[in-house]
DNA sequence: AAGTCTATTTTGAATACTCGAAATGCAAGC
DNA sequence: GCTTGCATTTCGAGTATTCAAAATAGACTT
């Protein structure tokens, strides 16, 4: 059985694996860490023993098959409790993800699996974020726009919110461009970077490009 | 921030005080946290270093207010989360414990407030135990009646099983002998030790003295 | 080729928890 | 009073995780 340690040195590769390609460096994992260079360089050399990832020196990790299914595992149970803590417990969505951090390590396969059935199955969590299945397969998520690049003066919602930082959350939060939000985008103003777009129809919102390139809008219910 | 290891020793030295009178033995922290002597007066020293309890040498221990106010904290929690798991999740009343025993350590104030809410202030969870309020009181349980010493041929209900070992959960799944079940003591038979009693009308079931004694029936709703 | 910069590794030490085994204190019995 | 027995403590050691600070490998410059 892993440590929470562990789990959050899996799960970290795990996230960084799936935004970038190839090896994750040492320094991606100090970040998501918050702890010293040595310290990831000694976890990983005991997680490489262990058989849960692969240590290229200098370079940095690749999880294996092993440490995937486990990363998969922790990941499921987070978003899992994100959207139990949201839609059962009436949390604030953005600020279920410290909560997740914890529980993701507490809440066993059989208390999960009586959630996900509670909930009837969900496949995104409160931030959009995809929910692996419990074979640790993940909804495709690559046809997925953004409103940087969706189509003009259409009626959309947002789905996804791709940038978690507190900033950033608080700012989605501000405007209402939650996930489930209906929005229509008027028109991108090209020399400027604003992007304009309205939800209630008469309101009118401006946002930079690249806030636009982090919120994910798909076709409406 | 006491660690899950501080907050069990804590919570095992409350239960051990509330069903005992006056200081902990040592053996009773080995035997509820099933580690070995040494480990106990290692984590006793730091525990007492930390104002959390009294140590007397060769005796045992003692909450300080201090200690006693975290350990009612910790066991509120393991309550409200078992209660949590059987009424929401519909999960086993005689399997929770071992789930409860993790989620106290992970679950927040903010999410556990939550969950008493959501679950309307519960004051006793699956196995009758009652629950600590937010400010640490518990409910008085000093005129609980067992099986052993109730009255006669009244409709009574079961409110508590004081004994909460696998086998005797066991016991009581097999007799139906659970929280709410509805039971009328028939008659005692003193000289062979056996207690009569029936659940549903003209189905009897035989218990001896100190099964019956681990029983706390109550007043029907 | 030599120098510089930065990511990573190494080293030494600390904290929290644990064990096994040896030592010890104390109460009870002889 | 001395011996036993059991509970408790002490001691030495190990695992997991962490940090600070010094050393180093590569990549990038000049
Ligand atoms: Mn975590
Ligand atoms: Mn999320
Ligand atoms: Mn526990
Ligand atoms: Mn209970």
Sequence with gaps: MATSTVENYLKATLLHEQENDGIVP???LVEALGVVPGTVTTM???????GLMEHESRQGVRLTPVGRALALGVLRKHRLVETFLVRTLKMDWS???DEAEALEHAVSNRVLERIDEFLGHPTADPHGDPIPNQ???IADTATQVTMQGCAINKSLQVTRILDQSPDFLAYVQDTGLKPGTRVKVLRREEASGVVRCETKIGHEIALGLTAAAKIVVGAVA
């Design 26 to 28: 040492m320094g991606a």
């Design 44 to 50: 990983v050399k005991a997680m490489a023993a262990q």
């Design 95 to 97: 600020e279920v993800h």
């Design 135 to 137: 074979e640790g397969v």
